[in-house]
């Protein structure tokens, strides 16, 4: 089955420590991406990757880091997570050059809470 | 940049009624798409819908189609025959055509059907 896998699907951490998000897509996509919802916000984009080893920043990147070694995965890492990027992220997928209005498959969402 | 305008934040219908969602978007690309996507409880973000802008044609989807007026720049969702699982958040979405991919979303509607 094709799809994006997401974990934890719910984390709560303190100020401070270290955390990763890990993402898995299955269906050999170049695209991936990292969006974080809040209300009254909608989604904002965080980092993409359009391939290995390439990534970029979106609109909303400060204090978070990506890395992309492998095709399939696309970890968000929190060095020092803050109570204001406690949130509702979504790392999502797609083909790349394939032509415009290619579908992006998302990943189920992992609720972040930082206290 | 692209911006892209929900300007109901909620709203609410009878089961079996027909419900318009409003959506606009400024860009001055003339080469994009378009997208409504569903949230549900669950929180996974289903796509329903999209629309190429250089189709003149509106989209369908089986009780789910678009109103694009390009040159308003308006992209209108409306869901007949609307059902309970109908409720969900729904998010307008925009993407350049040959871009980073991006997706640009709304900050979303929130659908009651009510029995």
């Known amino acids: 089955e094709a799809q994006v896998t997401q974990n934890p699907r719910y984390l709560i951490t303190v100020t401070g420590k270290k955390l990763t998000v890990t993402c898995s897509q299955n269906?050999?996509?170049?695209?991936m991406s990292w969006y974080r919802q809040d209300p009254g916000l909608g989604l904002r984009q965080i980092y993409y990757?359009?391939?290995?080893?390439?990534?970029d920043k979106g609109d909303v990147p400060e204090g978070y880091k990506v890395s992309r070694k492998e095709k399939r995965n696309f970890p968000l890492i929190l060095e020092s997570p803050s109570p204001n990027q406690t949130s509702l992220y979504f790392c999502?997928?797609?083909?790349?050059?394939?032509?415009?209005?290619?579908?992006?498959?998302f990943g189920q969402g992992t609720r972040l809470t930082v206290v | 940049a692209q911006t892209v305008t929900q300007s109901q934040p909620e709203m609410s219908v009878q089961e079996a009624e027909t419900v318009t969602l409003s959506c606009t978007y400024d860009?001055?690309?003339?080469?994009?798409?378009l997208f409504w996507y569903k949230q549900p409880p669950s929180r996974q973000m289903i796509l329903v819908i999209r629309?190429?802008?250089?189709?003149?044609q509106n989209a369908t989807e089986n009780r789910f189609s678009v109103n694009f007026q390009k040159a308003a720049k308006s992209f209108s969702l409306k869901i007949s025959d609307s059902q309970l699982g109908d409720t969900a958040m729904y998010f307008c979405?925009?993407?350049?055509?040959?871009?980073?991919?991006?997706?640009?979303f709304g900050t979303g509607t929130r659908l009651t059907i009510i029995p």
């Open positions: 999502a997928s797609s083909l790349v050059m394939t032509g415009p209005g290619t579908e992006a498959f």
């Open positions: 269906m050999n996509h170049e695209y």
């Open positions: 990757s359009m391939n290995v080893e390439v990534t």
């Open positions: 860009t001055s690309e003339s080469n994009y798409y």
């Open positions: 629309q190429e802008a250089y189709k003149q």
């Open positions: 979405a925009f993407v350049q055509y040959f871009g980073n991919e991006k997706l640009t």
